[in-house]
């Protein structure tokens, strides 16, 4: 654990304020659940929590089934992160954050097919190009995103992956 030198105080209703510089370190917004966990020498941890992420294994095989289906590669991230992947090439993209754009595109709420003009990455931090991407919405928020990076991608692909989201999107419940 790294230490931040920042001390808050318990309000008489329990409450204790994360600073806004380790929310935005962390990209905590308004309204992110927090998974708490405590050990036995009294800490207590607070971890973002992923409705996405508690599915990892379901998402992982759905990759692998659209990969081997329809041939493209095929990523399912959640707000921040990539969750499941199978991209031929890249065998640690699980677990990377996912590029600022990619989350535009997620908050824009829309399938987003690539025209050929501005391309999206899928990561800040590597240059493979998001073709389709369609967001996995449930109760009116945003909880991940459903990825083609193959250059081909039809209009089944697009019907395949919308159909993909809506499953996602059935599986998570509050």
């Known amino acids: 654990m790294k230490a931040t030198g920042i001390v808050r105080n318990i309000d008489n209703l329990g409450r204790v ?8 370190t962390l990209q905590i ?3 992110d659940p927090l998974e708490i966990f405590t050990d036995k020498g009294g800490e207590v941890i607070f971890r973002k929590y992923s ?25 399912i991230c959640d707000r921040d992160t990539i969750i499941a992947a199978h991209v031929k090439g890249k065998s640690r993209l699980v677990d990377a954050d996912i590029s600022d754009a990619l989350k535009a595109i997620m908050e824009d ?35 991940g ?10 209009d ?19």
């Open 145 to 154: 995103c459903v990825v083609f990076v193959s250059d081909d991608v039809s």
């Open 29 to 31: 917004r308004e309204g």
């Open 156 to 174: 089944s692909d697009t019907k395949l992956a919308q159909m993909v989201a809506l499953f996602l999107a059935s599986q998570i419940t509050y």
């Open 51 to 75: 409705h996405m992420g508690e599915r990892s294994r379901l998402a992982d095989a759905i990759c692998e089934t659209l990969h081997e289906t329809t041939g493209k590669d095929t990523v």
């Open 109 to 143: 709420r829309t399938t987003y097919h690539h025209d050929g003009s501005a391309t999206v990455t899928l990561t800040e931090y590597e240059n493979t190009t998001v073709t389709l991407a369609v967001p996995i919405i449930t109760a009116g928020d945003v909880m």
């Open 17 to 24: 304020v994360i600073p806004k510089e380790i929310r935005r």
